[in-house]
């Protein structure tokens, strides 16, 4: 079976720890990706972790997935609440899709209180700050290993 899990993360992520840490809180991207490798590393999986600000990338990776990726785990950050495109292309990739957000994006306002992208995601983690990254990749390696 295949072992490769993207991880992508949409617009402004790039400022994780430095935009609104009240709201995000102060780990950085890097952080993230740090912790997530060494999931990864654990369970033998191999990770691509991407960000970006441009819808476009986010699409183009998740077409990439579809040659050979196992899953995806995405943040789609504000693109969550607009892009059609980014669920359309979501839909295209076979494997699961397990959707995250370092805020609990319903108690905030109601126009991040729809996801497009959840409604092709297994499951969505909301509110559990960068930690959430960790248990989608849990959950990640608990459905990779059937
Ligand atoms: C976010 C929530 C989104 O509403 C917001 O646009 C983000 C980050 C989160 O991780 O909490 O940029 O996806």
Redesign the pocket.
């Known amino acids: 079976m295949t072992r490769l899990v993207y991880i992508l993360n949409?617009?402004?992520?790039n400022l994780?720890g430095k935009r609104q840490p009240e709201?995000?809180g102060h780990a950085t991207l890097a952080d993230v990706e740090a912790a997530c490798r060494a999931i990864a590393a654990a369970h033998g999986i191999e990770l691509r972790f991407h960000q970006s600000n441009r819808e476009y990338e986010l699409i183009d990776w998740v077409h990439e997935a579809r040659e050979g990726a196992a899953g995806i785990i995405i943040?789609?950050?504000?693109?969550?609440?607009t892009s059609v495109a980014l669920l359309d292309a979501l839909h295209a990739f076979d494997g699961p899709v397990l959707e995250?957000?370092?805020?609990?994006?319903h108690q905030?306002?109601p126009?991040?209180h729809h996801s497009y992208v959840s409604q092709r995601a297994e499951g969505v983690i909301?509110?559990f700050g960068v930690q959430?990254y960790d248990l989608a990749m849990l959950r990640m390696t608990t459905l990779l290993e059937g």
């Open positions: 949409g617009p402004n992520l994780l709201i995000y943040n789609p950050a504000a693109f969550t609440h995250v957000h370092v805020s609990n994006v905030r306002e126009f991040r909301a509110g959430g």
